[in-house]
């Protein structure tokens, strides 16, 4: 059994920071990409940030030059730092996470539950 789970979110005035964490657990075997996606309300989901398992990042352009993703491979755990953060990054973040479990032939794709993040203007 696989779980992914998010922690670190909450609420700041705009121009704040929070950094948002997200551990894999259980029976792995790897970790290929993981990333970040956030959901606002009446939106769809949108993916804000991925890095691979080498540590090659991409972000969506609203959010290049205030947040950074980064990974500790042995610890199975992406975050996710976001500063400079402004009223339009208000949003549930979730975690996703490419993983090869021992249970499953190939990669499955995990979600984590999902984190509020509050941006107050």
């Known amino acids: 059994q696989v779980q992914v789970v998010e922690s670190g979110g909450g609420f700041v005035q705009a121009g704040g920071s929070l950094r948002l964490s997200c551990a894999a657990s259980g029976s792995i075997i790897s970790i290929n990409v993981m990333g970040w996606y956030r959901q606002a309300p009446g939106k769809q989901r949108e993916l804000v940030a991925t890095i691979t398992g080498s540590g090659r990042t991409s972000y969506t352009d609203s959010v290049k030059g205030r947040f950074t993703i980064s990974r500790d491979n042995a610890k199975n755990t992406v975050y996710l730092q976001m500063d400079s953060l402004i009223a339009e990054d208000t949003a549930v973040y979730y975690c996703?996470?490419?993983?090869?479990?021992?249970?499953?032939?190939?990669?499955?794709?995990?979600w984590g539950q999902g984190t509020q993040v509050t941006v107050s203007s």
């Open positions: 996703n996470a490419n993983i090869w479990a021992v249970t499953s032939p190939s990669t499955s794709t995990y």
